[in-house]
């Protein structure tokens, strides 16, 4: 079983480096840059190019990572899905995100936007000490304006794809996630209590058994 992990949008591997994965063999999968007019369909088909197929995948993807491994999941062979702080269908993306696609919105996202104006609404969604803020400009100083209105197209935009009964999703939510308020999901599988749209990072204790338990899940389905 090899676990590939997908970051959010914009950021990177960075925030998943205080989980625990010990006894697990895993990859940390970075964005690309989006070819002009590209489909998230053939967008996860690169993204994937890598993945090894000749063995179980666990794709688990925070937010808009966790749009992409369910894409990923339509177009490979993947035996188990967790989104984390993410969305599972349509009509579990709020409505102001929903307006973003409908307005064409996201034309206006850029990186300058985005970080010159997280001064203002970064403790708010979940970014609370300046460690955490340091490590958001940082991440999100990589991406070109291009990836950013692309990612955010498809994160407002988004219409889940057709999956296998075989594909199992196991959603990971917080209670205190404002980016994705946990009114607007269905059914997640585990609620993290206090956990915000940065759970992963910050509370990893909570969210590393909670993988594991999805992981262990799976593999008794399979006895």
């Not at 999941?73 to 967790?82: D, E, F, G, P, W």
């Not at 708010?124 to 692309?150: C, I, N, P, V």
Request: aromatic share 14%.
């Amino acid at each position: 079983m090899h676990l590939y992990f997908i970051p959010g949008l914009g950021l990177d591997e960075r925030i998943f480096r205080n989980l625990d994965l010990s006894g697990y063999e895993y990859t940390f999968q970075d964005w690309i840059e989006p070819l002009p007019d590209e489909s998230i369909r053939s967008y996860a088909i690169r993204l994937s190019a890598d993945f090894i197929e000749d063995e179980q995948i666990v794709v688990i993807g925070q937010s808009l990572g966790g749009i992409m491994a369910q894409e990923i999941a339509a177009v490979k062979t993947v035996s188990l899905v967790i989104p984390i702080s993410s969305v599972c269908s349509r009509k579990e993306i709020p409505a102001y995100f929903r307006l973003i696609c409908t307005l064409k919105l996201y034309r206006l996202f850029s990186r300058n936007l985005v970080i010159k104006s997280f001064y203002f609404w970064g403790r708010l969604f979940d970014y609370d000490t300046k460690e955490q803020r340091q490590l958001f400009r940082s991440m999100m100083s990589k991406r070109s304006d291009y990836f950013l209105q692309g990612a955010l197209k498809q994160f407002a935009c988004w219409k889940k794809p057709r999956l296998s009964s075989a594909n199992l999703i196991f959603h990971i939510h917080g209670d205190y996630d404002h980016t994705l308020p946990i009114r607007w999901i269905q059914n997640p599988d585990r609620v993290v209590k206090g956990g915000g749209h940065f759970m992963i990072y910050k509370k990893s204790d909570i969210v590393s058994p909670y993988i594991n338990e999805a992981i262990n899940f799976y593999n008794t389905l399979q006895e």
